[in-house]
C-alpha cells in the first residue's frame, strides 16, 4: 500500500487536490475529520479537554470548538496542553485508518494533514505531495471564498510553517497559482505517475 502524505498552506488548494485524487481511486483519510471526530460527545478526549478548560461545552454536550480555540491558544502551555490530549488520540486513530485500509487491500491512502510537516508525520509516508500557491493568491483565495477578512487571512498564513521548509519536505509540489483546471490535470499526471 502506497501512503502518500498531502499538504499544502491554508488556501492553496489541498482540498480541492484530496477531492480529485479520492475521485481517481485514492482512499483518504482526513485528519481535520480524525480531529473532530475524536472529541465528539463520549470520547475520551473530550472528556479530558473538559477536565483541562474551563466552560467549553455547548448545552448539547458538544464542543464549543470556538471556546476552546479560544482558551487553547491563548498561551503556548495551553496550546500545549491541548496538544497532549488531542495529537496521541489523533495518530491512534489515523494508524487505525491506515491499518484498515491495508487490510481491505487499498492500493493508495492519501493522508489529507495541513500539518503533516510541522508534526513531522510527513516522515512515515512513501511520498510527500505539496499544494503551493504564491501567498497572494492565498490570501485572494481566503477573502474571496471564505469570507475572511485580508488581515485576518494573512495572519493565518503567516503563522503556519513557511513555504520554504514545506517545499523542501516535498517529493512532488503540486503548482496551484493558477486555476482550478490546472490543479486538477498536475494531480491527474501525478496519479498516472504513481499508477504505473
Known amino acids: 500500500m502506497l501512503k502518500i502524505g498531502l499538504t499544502g498552506g491554508i488556501g492553496s488548494g489541498k482540498s ?9 481511486g485514492a482512499t483518504i483519510i482526513d485528519a481535520d475529520h480524525v480531529a473532530r471526530e475524536i472529541v465528539e460527545p463520549g470520547q ?9 478548560f474551563d466552560g467549553i461545552l455547548n448545552q ?13 491558544f491563548a498561551t ?13 488520540r489523533i495518530r491512534q486513530r489515523t494508524q487505525q485508518l491506515f491499518a484498515e485500509a491495508e487490510a481491505s487491500g487499498v492500493e493508495v491512502v492519501v493522508y489529507d494533514m495541513p500539518l503533516l510537516i510541522e508534526n513531522g508525520e510527513y516522515r512515515h509516508m512513501d511520498h ?5 500557491a504564491p501567498d497572494d493568491v492565498r490570501v485572494e483565495r481566503l477573502v474571496n471564498y471564505r469570507g475572511l477578512e485580508e488581515s485576518d487571512a494573512r495572519r493565518r498564513i503567516a503563522v ?6 514545506r517545499l523542501q519536505a516535498a517529493d512532488t509540489v503540486l503548482d496551484n497559482g ?5 490543479l486538477i490535470a498536475q494531480v491527474d499526471t501525478f496519479w498516472e505517475t504513481i499508477s504505473r
Open 16 to 24: 480541492t487536490a484530496a477531492s480529485r485524487l479520492q475521485q481517481l
Open 44 to 52: 475520551p478526549a473530550l472528556a479530558e479537554l473538559v477536565e483541562a
Open 60 to 72: 448539547d454536550g458538544s464542543l464549543n470548538r470556538a471556546e476552546l480555540a479560544r482558551q487553547a
Open 76 to 88: 503556548p502551555e495551553a496550546t500545549e496542553k491541548l496538544n497532549s490530549i488531542t495529537h496521541p
Open 128 to 132: 510527500v505531495l505539496v499544494v503551493d
Open 160 to 165: 503556519q510553517i513557511d513555504r520554504d521548509t
Open 178 to 182: 493558477g486555476d482550478r483546471e490546472t
